[in-house]
């Protein structure tokens, strides 16, 4: 193998790729990035068998093969390469990589020992805007628990149909929904992929431009770009029937702007307890919305909120961060919080935007 590249397209590429990279003593080879060069390209590929990547790299090939080189070995050296193109040499066996000023030898490893990455195609993909789709995995994977304990709440749950695209997670105290519109697609079983990997896939998502396509079968679902594949496992599991604990009804509402409810839960978190605490009292008729906090060891702190009240009077407690959390994902000015009742959920959504939901459960008094 021997090739020519630009030095900062190769560097890009390999420095998403190493972070997919699996850290397994017993399989030195997952460490590994394979690099397969033919035609006018070089293809990069990394796996830690949950998740893989290929990235296709324009390159001037003067010599086709294939090699696997130690991932964080290469992203380092190429990290600290200035010179604008670089050559890649098979030589003995070893990488060969230099610079017009350098010149060094990686030890490689037996390319036969790396891993096939799985390739599934379906004839109706759904395809959506990557931008759209990232923010979307942003927004809901937040609420996902971080624990492995119930896998399938440890996941972002994906289901459509032929213009919508579906993304939902949850830790049980908490849920968010948002709802994608997509330019192509069909209807599909619902799949569960992991929080870990969906954390990967925004990293490596949020660098691309354009249009991905989405496909899936019963063991993986892969994310396709011009220049990129992705494939992750999913989880054989069952999510929870989140629709039955949407309230269909609400007692009480406050529109209220979101800075002021962001400003009012800084400063209440300074001064709730070891769970956060914080309290609400909704009171329409004295046109009163209130935010309460307490601790003993610190003081008590008291906000009041301007806003446009309806319905019963009643009050609530919730934990300050879910609370907080969810606003980044809510582009609106101003927001609404939707009150079914004590002991009851909480649904809080942009005013004017059916896309996204946010469900938090209140604290137990």
Do not use: W
Not at 31 to 37: G, I, P, T
Not at 118 to 142: E, M, R, T, W, Y
Not at 322 to 347: M, W
């Amino acid at each position: 193998m021997r090739i020519e590249c630009v030095k900062e397209k190769i560097k890009n590429a390999v420095s998403i790729a190493e972070k997919v990279t699996g850290k397994n003593l017993t399989l030195p080879i997952l460490s590994s990035l394979l690099f397969v060069a033919k035609g006018q390209m070089v293809r990069i590929r990394a796996t830690n068998l949950d998740l893989g990547v290929e990235i296709i790299v324009p390159a001037k090939v003067e010599e086709e093969g294939v090699t696997a080189i130690p991932g964080g070995v290469l992203n380092n050296l190429l990290s600290n390469m200035h010179d604008k193109t670089v050559s890649l040499k098979l030589k003995n066996n070893n990488l060969s990589v230099s610079t017009k000023n350098i010149s060094t030898v990686i030890k490689s490893y037996p390319y036969e020992d790396f891993p096939t990455l799985p390739h599934i195609k379906n004839k109706n993909p759904f395809i959506i805007d990557s931008h759209k789709f990232v923010s979307g995995l942003k927004s809901v994977s937040h609420s996902a628990s971080l624990s492995d304990i119930k896998p399938e709440i440890s996941s972002v749950y994906i289901f459509g149909d032929s213009d919508t695209v579906t993304l939902v997670a949850t830790d049980s105290f908490r849920l968010a929904e948002k709802k994608l519109s997509v330019s192509h697609g069909e209807q599909f079983s619902p799949v569960l992929i992991p929080l870990k990997n969906i954390l990967e896939i925004i990293r490596i998502l949020d660098e691309v431009s354009g249009d991905v396509e989405v496909h899936f079968d019963k063991n993986q679902i892969s994310f396709v770009t011009e220049n990129m594949y992705i494939t992750s496992r999913i989880i054989d599991g069952v999510f929870p029937d989140y629709q039955q604990i949407i309230p269909k009804e609400f007692k009480s509402e406050a529109t209220i702007l979101k800075e002021d409810m962001i400003n009012a839960l800084k400063i209440s978190n300074i001064f709730s307890d070891k769970l956060n605490q914080v309290d609400f009292s909704v009171d329409p008729k004295g046109k009163e919305f209130t935010v309460h906090s307490q601790n003993a060891d610190v003081g008590e702190h008291v906000a009041n909120i301007e806003g446009a009240l309806s319905g019963e009077k009643l009050s609530l407690s919730f934990n300050q961060r879910y609370l907080i959390e969810c606003f980044a994902s809510i582009p609106k000015d101003s927001v609404v919080f939707q009150f079914s009742g004590e002991a009851r959920p909480l649904v809080i959504r942009g005013v004017g935007d059916k896309s996204f939901m946010y469900l938090v459960m209140p604290l137990n008094k």
